[in-house]
């Protein structure tokens, strides 16, 4: 199910120069699927916060991982508690929770030098962090911290040596004036490292890194961005291996996988997109990857599908397969786990069944571990199984009218 080489152009084509690959994901497409703060002011920061507490000891991951994403305010708000209820009476299983989001703010209050520098710890979203993962530990719902590398506007700006630089000065920024931090940057990964080293104590079980890439812009737009801290010779892709062989060593050392979260369509082509991300490099050196196989993000015609969006099914199965492809040739076992769509962009209204779909998809090529990705942490529980229900149909969401 490789892709051809005039598919592979026409990805180039369409995604690239048009930015839409993941940039959507902040856009005002996502209408009301975007998450609202359930807090925008700062909160006072307090006194530091006492990490060093024995946190429980690590939870192994379940045998077949089934997660939702929570933002740092879903995580640090009353929601919290109806998605802890909601993984009491489904199959849910794990909580992938933001700790360092795309704003660079932190979820707690970090001790690490950076953090404390830059002023990371000026917008906290939760103020009883450990309270909440003693409750996950307690439930048996395992915890993983997601962070944010590159794109962290707060630390290129507090960081200036350490940014993306427009060629006529100052910050260069992407089309949503997000300001990054240069990727070839090693210090900017040990940031990463850092932080999620605080997170294992703290009691978090697995850190997932995201945005462990460069920008996805326009090539015209790239031509103004700076990378100073790019070795001679050194692309896009050779950035990216040697930081991600960088943060592996890190997180090895605390017994933890690393864990990656990658475009899906790195599953279906040879090249990098213009982003570092080549699928050979990232399971040969990752533990568990996390390709977002979102079908609203496909373009017209996609693997043959006239509308991607429409035909969740069919657009994860061919992204897995050619996944699992790629990892046979290979000769890795590294862990696929897809981060499936469980909001709407444009039409259709994902509604239960489509997310089942995609689900069902995973499953039917013996992919039993996924996370549900919705901005806001909203989930309808008809979306899932009781527990342990294994493969027993697709639960209350058969009928696409659901």
């Known amino acids: 199910m490789a892709m051809t080489p005039r598919n592979i ?7 690239l120069p048009s930015g839409t690959g993941w940039a959507t994901q902040a856009s005002a497409d996502w209408g009301d699927e975007l998450a609202p703060q359930e807090g925008t002011a700062a909160v006072d920061s307090g006194p530091a916060a006492d990490i060093t507490w024995p946190a429980p000891p690590l939870l192994p ?17 009353k929601r919290f508690y109806n998605l802890v209820a909601l993984a009491d009476t489904t199959e849910v299983n ?3 929770i933001d700790i360092k989001d795309d704003t660079g703010y932190l979820t707690y209050r970090s001790s690490v030098p950076t953090a404390i520098e830059i002023g990371a710890n000026k917008q906290r979203r939760a103020r009883d962090t450990r309270e909440r993962l003693r409750l996950l530990h307690a439930k048996g719902i395992y915890p993983i911290a997601r962070i944010v590398v590159a794109k962290d506007p707060l630390l290129a700006q507090e960081k200036m040596e350490w940014s993306v630089r427009h060629v006529d000065g100052g910050l260069w920024r992407d089309r949503l004036d997000f300001a990054w ?8 990964w040990i940031y990463a ?3 999620a080293e605080e997170a294992i104590r703290m009691g978090f079980s697995e850190i997932q890194f995201d945005y462990v890439r460069f920008p996805d812009e326009p090539k015209a737009m790239m031509k103004s961005a700076v990378f100073n801290a790019r070795r001679e010779g050194e692309t896009t892709r050779n950035g990216v291996a040697r930081n991600l062989r960088l943060l592996r060593d890190r997180m090895h050392a605390l017994e933890v996988p690393l864990t990656i979260d990658v475009f899906g369509m790195t599953a279906s082509t040879t090249v ?20 977002m196989v979102y079908p609203s993000h496909y373009y017209h015609s996609f693997y043959g599908i006239k509308y ?7 657009v994860v199965k061919h992204a897995l397969a050619d996944a699992l492809e790629k990892n046979a040739e290979l000769g890795v076992d590294t862990e696929i786990r897809p981060f499936l769509q469980a909001f709407t962009l444009r039409k259709p209204r994902y509604t239960p069944w489509y997310i089942r779909e995609q689900i069902r998809a995973a499953e039917d090529l013996g992919i039993n571990s996924w996370v549900l990705w919705n901005p806001r942490g909203v989930y309808d529980p008809r979306i899932f199984r009781p527990p342990e229900a294994g493969r027993q149909g697709s639960g209350a969401g058969d009928s696409e009218g659901s």
């Open 9 to 15: 152009l026409l990805l180039i084509a369409c995604v």
């Open 61 to 77: 991951p379940p045998a077949a991982v089934r997660a939702v994403y929570l933002n740092a305010w879903v995580f640090g708000g």
């Open 94 to 96: 794990a909580f992938v």
């Open 181 to 188: 931090v240069d990727a070839y940057h090693d210090s900017v």
């Open 193 to 195: 490292a850092d932080l």
């Open 272 to 291: 990098d997109l213009g982003i570092g991300q080549v699928w050979e490099d990232l399971v040969t050196t990752a533990d568990v990857v996390l390709p």
């Open 308 to 314: 991607p969006n429409s035909e969740p099914y069919r």
